[in-house]
C-alpha cells in the first residue's frame, strides 16, 4: 500500500478514535482532545470539522468561569444520529419487554401494542391524499398505494411498489368477448424496523397487514415477511379490474 492510499485509512482511524472518546469524555474541546491523542490543536480541528460536516458530532457551549461569564468555550459531544446509529442493545430489550407483555397480558395485549404503533398511518396517508387533492389531484388507488410507500419508506421500511398486470380469459363462451385485465401491485419492503419482535410476534405484522387492507380499501394478502426468512416482506394487493381493447 502507497502512503497516498495509507492515509485515508489513517485519517479515518484517527477520526473514529475521537468519535470514540467523544462519545466517552463529551463534552471536550478541541485542545483536550489534542492532548489526549499527542497531536496538534490544528489537525484535531481538521478532523474534528469533518465529523462535524458528516454530521457525527455536533457543538456544545460551555460557560467559563463559576457564573458563566466569559467567553463559551467550544466542545463537542456525539450527535442525536450519531447516538441512534450506535449499538445500544435496544433490540434486545425491546423484545424483552414484548415477550413480557405476552407473557402478562396475552395475544390481546401485543395486538393491542402492534394496533396502537401503527396507528397514525391512515391519518398520515389522508393528509397526503388531501393535499393532493387540494393541488387537483385525481387520487387513485395506484396513487394512494404510492403514497403510502412513500410513508413508509420514511418510516424506515425501505418499500417500494411493483405493478403486476395479469390477462384473464374472456368471460363466456360467445364470439367477440373482450380480454379482462387485472390490475394488482405487490408492496415490498426491504426492511423492517421491527424484525427481532416481530419474529416472535407475528401480531405486528398482521396489523399492518389490516392498516394497508384499510388504507387502499380492498383484502389484501402478506405472501412473505422478513420475519420469516424472506428477503422481503411482500403484500399482494388488488386495485382495479380493467378491460383490454
Not at 2 to 14: D, K, L, R
Not at 139 to 148: G, N, W
Not at 221 to 241: D, F, N, S, V
Request: hydrophobic fraction near 40%.
Amino acid at each position: 500500500m502507497t502512503a497516498s492510499e495509507s492515509a485515508p485509512n489513517v485519517a479515518q482511524g484517527t477520526r473514529d478514535r475521537l468519535v470514540q472518546d467523544i462519545s466517552t469524555y463529551g463534552p471536550i474541546t478541541a485542545r483536550q482532545l489534542a492532548e489526549r491523542f499527542d497531536l496538534t490543536s490544528a489537525a484535531v480541528r481538521r478532523h474534528l470539522a469533518a465529523l462535524e460536516a458528516d454530521g457525527i458530532i455536533a457543538e456544545h457551549e460551555m460557560p467559563v468561569g463559576p457564573r458563566g461569564r466569559g467567553r463559551p468555550s467550544k466542545s463537542f459531544v456525539l450527535s442525536q444520529s450519531a447516538h441512534e446509529n450506535l449499538p445500544g442493545g435496544y433490540d434486545e430489550m425491546a423484545v424483552m419487554a414484548v415477550d413480557e407483555l405476552a407473557r402478562l397480558g396475552g395475544e390481546e395485549a401485543v395486538t393491542a401494542l402492534a394496533e396502537r404503533r401503527i396507528a397514525d398511518w391512515e391519518s398520515a396517508v389522508a393528509e397526503k391524499v388531501a393535499q393532493r387533492e387540494a393541488a387537483g389531484e385525481t387520487v387513485t388507488p395506484e396513487r394512494k398505494l404510492e403514497l403510502l410507500s412513500e410513508l413508509l419508506t420514511e418510516r424506515g421500511y425501505a418499500t417500494t411498489v411493483r405493478p403486476l398486470h395479469v390477462t384473464l380469459p374472456a368471460r363466456g363462451a360467445h364470439s367477440g368477448a373482450a380480454a379482462r385485465t387485472l390490475v394488482t401491485a405487490q408492496l415490498c419492503h426491504g426492511h423492517c424496523p421491527v424484525l427481532d419482535v416481530a419474529a416472535d410476534h407475528p401480531e405486528l405484522c398482521e396489523a399492518e397487514t389490516r392498516a394497508i387492507s384499510r388504507l387502499i380499501g380492498a383484502p389484501v394478502q402478506r405472501l412473505a415477511t422478513l420475519a420469516q426468512g424472506a428477503h422481503a416482506c411482500t403484500t399482494h394487493i388488488p386495485l382495479t379490474e380493467g378491460r383490454t381493447p
